[in-house]
Structures are given as C-alpha cells and as structure tokens.
C-alpha cells in the first residue's frame, strides 16, 4: 500500500533510532524500503505508526484514504486492532467524501462504523442505526448477516430491550447453525484452496484464498491467515506479488506463533 514513507523516516530519526531498532516490526532492509519506495505492507505501516506514535491518517496518502477498496482495507486492519477512535475519524473525514462505486464496500464500512460506535463510543442508539442500514446491503452475505444480527441484539440488551435482544439472538443462533464454526472457517478456505490448486486451477484457488483472508480478518481472527497468505503467495506468478505476499504470511505466522510455518517461509524469501 501507498504511503508517505519520508514521514516515517523523519519521525524515526528525531526519536534517534536506527533501522535495526524496529526490528520486531519488520527487517531493516523491509524499513528501508518503506522509507525510499513510499509502499508497504498495511499491517507492517500500522505497526510502525503505533511504535513511533504517527496518527494512522498521516502516513498514507489523501488518494489512499479516498479509495474505496483502500479505505475498507485499513478500517479492516484498525477493526481488527480495536482502534475504534480511529475508525470513525477516518470515516467521518474520508469516508463521506467517497464516491462509492460497490455497494458490498458501503455495506462493509457501515458494519464497521455500526461495531466502533457499539465498543468504542458505547453509542448503542448509532450503533443501531448504522447496523441495520448495512443490513440492507450486507443481507445477501451470510458471514455479515450473523455479525449484524449478534450486533443489534447487542445493542437492545445494553438497552435492556429484553424481548427485542432475544428475538435478535435467537435468529443469530439459528443463523450460526447453518453455517461452519468460526474455528473452521481457516482450515476450510485454505483446504479448498489448496485442493484446487492441486489441479490446476489457479484462479478458483486464489478466489478462495482472498474470500478466506477477507472472511477472517472481518471476524477478528488471525489464526489461518498465514496460510492463506502462503498459499497465494505460492500460486502467483509475478514474483513481486508473490514476495509482498510471502511477507504478509510471515507476518502472520510470527504473531500467530507459527514457526513451522515461518521457517517455510524464509527459506522461499532467501530463495528469492
């Protein structure tokens, strides 16, 4: 992802610390090239910017921030970190100067608003509002379904609008009956990626693994994201995609203590 690189640089410097000095976010060389190429991995650049104490909307550019598809990104990743304060400003500065194109994206980023409110302001009478307008784009897509129905009865039961809260619980409940634990919902994407990459089917197989990373980082689970990540990685043939990917799937795999699968990793990163 685009960002201002020299910002990062300069705020580095005036703290007096070297490239090696954020090693536990990402390599010196990986720094360096944040710095100088102005791009870098979303999670990696979010790391940086809570170690250095850089606002989140400093270090990217307006025409990021003013990207629909980038947008959503980085409210996925503030999301999943529970940067809530954060989501809403980028949504009340950004998000409503958008010319939106897909409407999945709108559905998506009312979610999110819906869920900052609930946890971050504990405004449950704007949570509920934003939960039920993503309700009427996000209807069609079962995961988000759940997630909004569990997030209005939230809502009613912080409310103590007990009968409401049920009625929303218990069609959550059967809604989660019909589909697959959130347990499974890694090994399954991945499994079914592999399985038609196996045969051939690089396009069916890379869909897979970008509905799985998409699925689990708007639940809030890492756990399988670096597989997902690696897979990718393994069935792309641009080497640069699949370098930048390689990264993310050990970026993953180091929080997520997967060191077999991190020990992979590297070998194919030095062997490219």
């Known amino acids: 992802m685009k960002v201002h690189g020299h910002i990062i640089k300069q705020t580095r410097e005036d703290m007096g610390l070297p490239l090696d000095a954020l090693d536990i976010i990402c390599s010196p060389a990986d720094l360096e090239l944040i710095e ?94 934003y939960f039920q307008r993503a309700y009427t784009f996000l209807h069609d897509e079962k995961r988000y379904e759940l997630l909004v129905l569990k997030g209005l009865a939230t809502c009613y039961q912080a409310n103590e609008e007990k009968k409401r809260a049920r009625i929303f619980f218990k069609r959550a409940e059967q809604l989660e009956e019909k589909m697959n634990t959130q347990q499974q919902l890694g090994p399954s994407y991945y499994q079914a990626a592999c399985f038609y990459a196996d045969r051939g089917n690089r396009e069916k197989a890379n869909s897979f693994c970008d509905e799985g990373i998409q699925t689990l980082l708007e639940v809030n689970i890492t756990a399988g994201l670096e597989e997902l990540f690696f897979e990718k990685a393994l069935i792309q043939e641009n080497l640069n995609e699949q370098m930048e990917l390689l990264k993310q799937a050990d970026y993953y795999a180091k929080l997520n203590e997967n060191f077999n699968l991190k020990e992979l990793i590297n070998k194919k990163l030095n062997n490219n």
């Open 36 to 129: 100088l190429k102005n791009e870098g991995i979303l999670e990696v650049v979010l790391d940086l910017c809570t170690r250095l104490s850089i606002p989140y909307h400093q270090v990217f550019p307006e025409t990021t921030l003013l990207s629909e598809v980038s947008l959503l990104n980085i409210v996925r990743c503030l999301h999943l970190r529970q940067e809530f304060s954060s989501v809403l400003f980028l949504l009340d500065t950004y998000g409503k100067k958008i010319s939106y194109d897909n409407a999945r994206i709108v559905g998506h980023l009312l979610y999110f608003r819906a869920y900052a409110n609930l946890f971050g302001s504990h405004d449950t009478q704007k949570a509920v509002h």
